[in-house]
């Protein structure tokens, strides 16, 4: 019996060795298979916060691209100018003033005019020459009449050129793309504006002196008629009483 237990004892305790060394990996691989919820969740918030402040700063980006892209926009220059045609239509203007015949818009030449052929009739002016001063101051008159019939002539042909631009400005007011565009189509349409006020001043300046030129042909019209009569009336010497024969003997 001892012979047999001496024999068993050295296999079995073997056979334990074997199975703790063959265990003994298996207990090194599951320490480093263990699961930390705390650090898991940590390394989640971690990655969440990451992507968050991308996420902020691809819209930071986006909202400084939209603010330079309006930027640009509200830099960008009107596409259409109507300023090369409104100075034509008001140089047309100035054109037809500058053509006024005989007595015109200048300060000297009208004071000239107003000294020598219209106020007191000259008492030792001719007949003759009476006559020549009023066809004189008819001509002033129907000339003036005539340029301002010109001027109204010129400014009723350009309406149809102000209703076009205005037209296109307000067009390009309303699709303005930015803040410029619709400063620059405004600025415009006031400029248009200010065209038609000019052509307003320059016909009541055209008409005003027509008128002013016949009120004053009238004036002196009447001044003349009173030369003319006291000349009919005490032609040379005056009347002088005398003899008259009426039948000869």
């Given at each position: 019996m001892k012979s047999v237990r001496h024999r068993i004892a050295p296999s079995s305790l073997a056979l334990v060795v074997a199975l703790a060394m063959s265990l003994s990996p298996l207990r090194a691989r599951a320490q480093f298979l263990v699961f930390d919820p705390s650090n898991y969740a940590?390394?989640?918030?971690?990655a969440a916060n990451t992507l968050q402040q991308i996420n902020n700063q691809i819209t930071g980006l986006q909202n400084q691209a939209r603010m330079l892209l309006n930027q640009a926009r509200n830099l960008a220059n009107l596409p259409y100018s109507s300023l090369q045609t409104i100075q034509q239509s008001i140089g047309e203007t100035q054109r037809l003033l500058g053509q006024a015949q005989r007595i015109a818009y200048d300060v000297?030449?009208?004071?000239?005019?107003?000294?020598?052929?219209?106020?007191?009739?000259?008492?030792?002016?001719?007949?003759?020459a009476l006559i020549d001063g009023a066809r004189q101051r008819w001509q002033n008159s129907l000339a003036a009449f005539q340029d301002s019939l010109r001027v109204q002539a010129g400014i009723v042909q350009g309406i149809e050129t102000a209703r076009s631009e205005a037209g296109a400005l307000v067009s390009s007011s309303q699709s303005a793309v930015?803040?410029?565009?619709?400063?620059?189509?405004?600025?415009?349409l006031l400029a248009l504006q200010s065209k038609q006020l000019a052509d307003v001043t320059a016909l009541l300046a055209s008409q005003g002196r027509a008128q002013s030129l016949e009120m004053a042909r009238n004036?002196?019209?009447?001044?003349?008629?009173r030369e003319q009569m006291r000349r009919f009336i005490a032609p040379g010497?005056?009347?002088?009483?005398?003899n008259v024969a009426m039948f000869h003997n």
């Open positions: 940590q390394n989640v918030m971690t000297q030449q009208i004071d000239q005019a107003f000294t020598t052929q219209y106020g007191v009739a000259n008492v030792s002016s001719t007949s003759a930015g803040a410029l565009q619709a400063s620059q189509a405004g600025n415009q004036a002196e019209a009447q001044e003349q008629a010497q005056g009347y002088q009483p005398g």
